[in-house]
């Protein structure tokens, strides 16, 4: 037994795993507990309260008898105070330790509800966080069935997360209906729901529509998302959002509002806080103003990208970048040009990566401009076995397509008709338009 609060204060907290500033939190200083821990000075009972709340013990254990705080008995007090300490642990991203102690807490027959369900809600939290997502589902549709709770703020974030991590798992349309179910509940509830949370739900649900390429869908819930952030002054990742409106924007060929969209995600984008979204919308700037047949403006764009990715040492992006700006020159004839970039890009490429497939095909369609429709065809195929391994229909078929062309200048007919044959029956078979190699991977 320690004789003092601020020693077993100090013990709770080790015994937690848990660094002075983990148990300071947001309401307390380091120093001031550093001062408490070491008997310096006497904390008040107000500190006491918070900090035996986050400790997950009562205020009569920090000032008298340690009592043991794992569950050793299934009483209602040690199950509320392991959910304390589970509560802050997760807080704190000790998401191993809580999630033993969880574990355990749930095996317990008689938790009522309100217990059971915050530590499935809990549960899940944990697993997203460790991108184990799938077990996040199993526990987030276990905490529906233990909410007796009307709050409409705790059944929404339930289904946020549902949304979250089928979205991470690429369950497009289960994410979309775990939205809508909680899209029903604000319309339908009395009571306000938090704005921040509603906005975070939308911004998945807006992604999902995207991903199955229901782009009027996605844009829809964007601009309703936004009108909240500007009528409740909320700010949350508005280049985020403007830079998945722009992309929308792209696929539905609204160049013109695309571009207006696509500068607002770089005007709220930070390039030192959010590198890879701030480079990729610069990317799809490039790419919507080639589109819109502003050529000088799009490789301006691309070029200055460029430079900053190179930089940043962003491999990817700047592969990305060589690969558009093959796109481009070819755009406007300098063959010379969009040949050095697409070489660029093949020579830093991850192998077998979308973007290796992107960039064989590149340099194939340079080939073909200089008429040598045999080594085009060598780059086709590479790029043909990148997107059949990658099990990518959309890809392969515009491949096929193009293997065709040269098959047909290189006078072998039959090879001719079979790939154009094949690329016909893929996009009958998945009711898909040939996709624009000009448009980007939505990510």
Avoid at 309 to 336: F, Q, R
Wanted: with cysteine; glycine share 4%.
């Amino acid at each position: 037994m320690e004789s003092s609060v601020g020693l077993r204060i100090k013990r709770l907290r080790k015994d937690l795993g848990l660094t002075q500033g983990d148990l300071a939190g947001d309401q307390l200083s380091r120093a001031m507990l550093s001062l408490i821990e070491r008997d310096l000075t006497t904390p008040s009972l107000r500190t006491i309260e918070y900090l035996s709340h986050k400790l997950g013990v009562s205020v009569g254990d920090l000032l008298g008898e340690i009592k043991d705080t794992s569950i050793t008995s299934a009483t209602s007090e040690d199950i509320k105070k392991s959910l304390n300490i589970c509560t802050t642990l997760f807080k704190v991203k000790k998401f191993k330790e809580a999630e033993n102690r969880l574990k355990e807490l749930i095996k317990i027959e008689h938790v009522s509800f309100p217990e059971k369900w915050l530590a499935h809600k809990l549960l899940g939290q944990i697993y997203e966080k460790l991108d184990e997502d799938e077990k996040a589902l199993v526990h987030f549709t276990e905490s529906l069935y233990y909410l007796s709770s009307t709050d409409a703020n705790e059944i929404v974030e339930v289904y946020y997360y549902k949304t979250l991590s089928n979205r991470k798992l690429g369950h497009y349309k289960d994410g979309i209906a775990a939205a809508l179910n909680a899209a029903v509940l604000i319309e339908s509830y009395h009571t306000k729901v938090d704005n921040l949370l509603q906005i975070k739900l939308l911004y998945n649900l807006a992604l999902c529509y995207c991903r199955v390429e229901e782009f009027q869908k996605g844009l829809d819930v964007i601009n309703r998302a936004i009108g909240i952030m500007e009528a409740n002054e909320v700010t949350y990742s508005n280049g985020h959002f403007y830079m998945l409106k722009g992309l929308a924007e792209l696929y539905m060929n609204k160049f013109a509002e695309g571009i207006v969209s696509t500068r607002g995600a770089i005007e709220y984008l930070d390039v030192n806080t959010h590198p890879e979204r701030y480079l990729g919308s610069k990317i799809n700037l490039g790419i919507i103003l080639r589109k819109h047949n502003d050529i000088q403006d799009s490789l301006k764009e691309l070029h200055e990208c460029l430079d900053a990715a190179l930089k940043a040492d962003i491999p990817y992006i700047t592969v990305n970048n060589y690969y558009e700006l093959a796109l481009s020159y070819l755009h406007i004839e300098d063959i010379k040009q969009a040949e050095y970039y697409a070489k660029c890009g093949l020579a830093l490429v991850e192998p077998r990566s979308h973007l290796h497939g992107q960039c064989h095909y590149v340099l194939a369609k340079v080939l073909m401009k200089r008429g040598n429709y045999k080594q085009a065809l060598n780059e086709i195929k590479k790029s043909e076995s990148i997107f059949q391994l990658q099990k990518n229909e959309s890809w392969s078929a515009l491949v096929l397509s193009e293997k065709a062309i040269c098959y047909e200048h290189l006078n072998d007919h039959n090879n001719a008709f079979q790939s154009l044959l094949l690329a016909n029956q893929m996009m009958l078979k998945k009711d898909m338009r040939l996709i624009s190699t000009e448009i980007p991977v939505m990510s």
